[in-house]
């Protein structure tokens, strides 16, 4: 099946291959079948996407970013995601319990690839548009309550962003939805903006890391009300599973990628 995507949509491949490499171990730690399914139809080589650092990095994000946004919606059952960057994700089978609304954005090529393994539900809209522009914004607040508090999950983005564009996509959010939200958001550290052919797999596309950070607080910073509520490193999750990962970690503690929560 030949897939016609953009040079960043392109790494949406990245993540899709090493879920589905993971998927099928015998003590696979996380299991996206659908992954496994999008890669048997295309007949993609996952070779080129699957190293082991990225490996250890997709799974340890996987696992934190679920567990962060499952914690998110035992509070608030009714909880609107705006899943940023959707790809080939599919988060929402994995949080899912029966109540939340949620969106997939993406832009027009990803939501067309999307389309052909996804299906749109009750509850899943699926967005074709650009993050930096109004227009998702308004497909949302057509859907929800004008009182709602979206939580944004934007992983896999930011690295591919200026930090000009991440402070208009800040911006946006803040402006169209006032009352607050959360933002879940990947960053990737300062020493990889610009070696994009450092990755062991960014490196096999076209794309290339625009900007990075050593901490949250430097995205807070970029718009007024934003604040940090907490940051992790995927050094946490990684450490737990391979020597190499706890090596890894001790060695280079700011040569990971983290995520963080901040609210608005």
């Keep these: 099946m030949d897939l016609k995507l953009g040079d960043v949509q392109t790494t949406a491949l990245i993540p899709v291959a090493i879920k589905a490499n993971e998927t099928k171990r015998k003590n696979a730690r996380i299991k996206d079948f659908k992954a496994v399914e999008i890669i048997e139809k295309t007949g993609i080589d996952t070779k080129p996407y699957d ?9 340890a994000r996987t696992i ?9 919606i035992e ?4 909880t609107v995601v705006v899943n940023v960057a959707a790809g080939f994700d599919d988060r929402f089978s994995r949080v899912d319990n029966g109540k939340i609304l949620w969106f997939d954005l993406d832009l027009p090529d990803s939501i067309e690839v999307r389309k052909k393994f996804f299906e749109e539900k009750d509850r899943v809209t699926m967005i ?3 993050a930096l522009k109004n227009s998702w914004c308004n497909i949302v607040k057509e859907k929800i309550d004008s009182s709602c508090k979206p939580v944004i999950i934007a992983e896999g983005l930011f690295m591919y962003f200026t930090l000009e564009q991440i402070t208009a996509f800040l911006t946006l959010i803040k402006e169209n939805f006032p009352n607050g939200g959360l933002l879940v958001a990947e960053q990737n550290p ?3 903006a610009n070696n994009t052919d450092k990755h062991d797999v960014v490196k096999n596309t076209n794309a290339k890391f625009l900007s990075g950070t050593d901490s949250a607080q430097e995205i807070a910073d970029l718009v007024n009300g934003f604040m940090v509520i907490e940051e992790h ?3 946490e999750e990684t450490r737990k599973h391979t020597i190499r990962g706890k090596i890894f970690a ?3 503690p700011k040569m990971n990628n983290r995520w963080a929560t901040f609210e608005w």
Excluded at 51 to 59: I, M, Q
Aim: proline share 3%; aromatic share 8%; hydrophobic share 40%.
């Design 233 to 235: 490193s995927f050094h």
């Design 190 to 192: 300062k020493m990889l």
């Design 250 to 252: 001790c060695l280079m």
């Design 64 to 72: 934190m970013m679920d567990r962060q946004l499952k914690g998110i």
């Design 51 to 59: 190293k082991f650092f990225s490996h250890e990095g997709v799974v």
């Design 75 to 78: 509070k608030n059952p009714e």
């Design 128 to 130: 074709a548009g650009d």
